[in-house]
């Protein structure tokens, strides 16, 4: 048992148990019940302290390709979060780092520039705080890790780094949930460029193997599904603006294993800036389209 919150639970449990086991044959049943009531009064208040002191801890892995929009699609979302109760959550930005990075790239794009592709072998962790309504609302702590694109060819066949058990290899593959990111631009030209069928093939397969490591990773059994959130999602929606149930058409392997393989599994189309300019920049005010869905999509599941 690897959780240490479950190891004191057991022992305050245990020990608790010894001490009535003593005073039954010694005390009154009225000092034996108040006894109870202090005990239980007493791991009440532990479990309150600990929890709150604690945080429980969620790690989400965000996949995708080079330049499908990871980068700017975590800069949006912070922005959207800080600070707000959403669903029942209260959602923020934690951290100085995580709060001085997102803080400037979003200067950047509201800049009208557009971001620096994530330099080859980097990871950025973002990290938020989210905490329940209540007294005994749970806190947790979501780790959304922002590696560059070129760590996806660990799961591409045709690379070097096939299946290579870096630290990129065991993030995706013990997260407590997974995001697909898929460029809509490359879904706009796939129809008439032969180079961009091709590549939505590879990023195709190498999502499939990505997935189909994770479900052995995480165990699964034969006839049963991953209980792991998968969510499919859509960036840069605004080029293509099509109904979000036809998208899966572009993608319909991945997303057909998806349904057969996964317990908890949605699509969802995002804009982290809405339309942009005829020149490419992006626009003068960022009017994101569904950017926070999936994070939301995602934590009712894992806290559930």
């Known amino acids: 048992m690897k959780n240490p919150v479950y190891l004191i639970i057991i022992a305050f449990i245990a020990v608790s148990l010894t001490i009535l086991g003593i005073l039954y044959k010694l005390a009154s049943p009225d000092l034996i019940s108040a006894i109870l009531a202090l005990i239980i009064v007493g791991y009440t208040a532990f479990m309150f302290l600990f929890l709150k002191r ?29 600070s707000r109760r959403l669903n ?5 930005p934690w951290g100085r780092e995580t709060n001085e990075k997102y803080q400037e790239d979003l200067l950047t794009i509201k800049n009208g520039a557009w971001l620096q592709c994530t330099s080859a072998d980097s990871v950025f962790p973002y990290l938020i705080k989210a905490s329940e309504k209540g007294i005994l609302g749970r806190r947790y702590k ?12 660990e799961f591409d066949i045709r690379s070097e780094k096939w299946l290579h058990r870096t630290e990129y290899f ?9 995001f697909l990111s898929i460029d809509c631009s490359l879904l706009k030209t796939a129809k008439h460029q032969n180079k961009d069928i091709i590549e939505m093939q590879t990023m195709e397969n190498a999502f499939i193997v990505a997935l189909q490591m994770l479900i052995e990773e995480k165990r699964v059994k034969v006839g049963k599904k991953l209980k792991t959130p998968l969510a499919i999602v859509f960036m840069k929606y605004d080029l293509i603006l099509e109904k979000p149930e ?4 572009y993608v319909s392997r991945l997303t057909d294993f998806c349904k ?18 005829k020149d490419g920049s992006p626009p003068k005010e960022i009017k994101p389209i569904g950017i926070i869905q999936p994070l939301i999509w995602t934590f009712k599941r894992l806290k559930s």
Do not use: H, M, W
Request: include cysteine; aromatic fraction near 12%; hydrophobic fraction near 40%.
């Open 54 to 82: 604690n945080p429980k801890t969620l790690r989400i892995s965000l996949l995708g390709f080079p330049n499908s929009g990871k980068t700017v699609f975590l800069t949006v979302l912070f922005d959207q979060i800080n």
């Open 88 to 92: 029942g959550i209260f959602f923020s």
């Open 142 to 153: 979501i780790e959304v890790a922002d590696y560059a694109g070129e760590y996806t060819k």
């Open 170 to 178: 065991n993030y995706v593959t013990q997260s407590d949930a997974v």
């Open 246 to 249: 036809n998208l899966e058409l």
């Open 260 to 277: 057969k393989r996964c317990k908890n599994f949605q699509i969802f189309a995002v804009s982290s800036v809405g339309s942009i300019k």
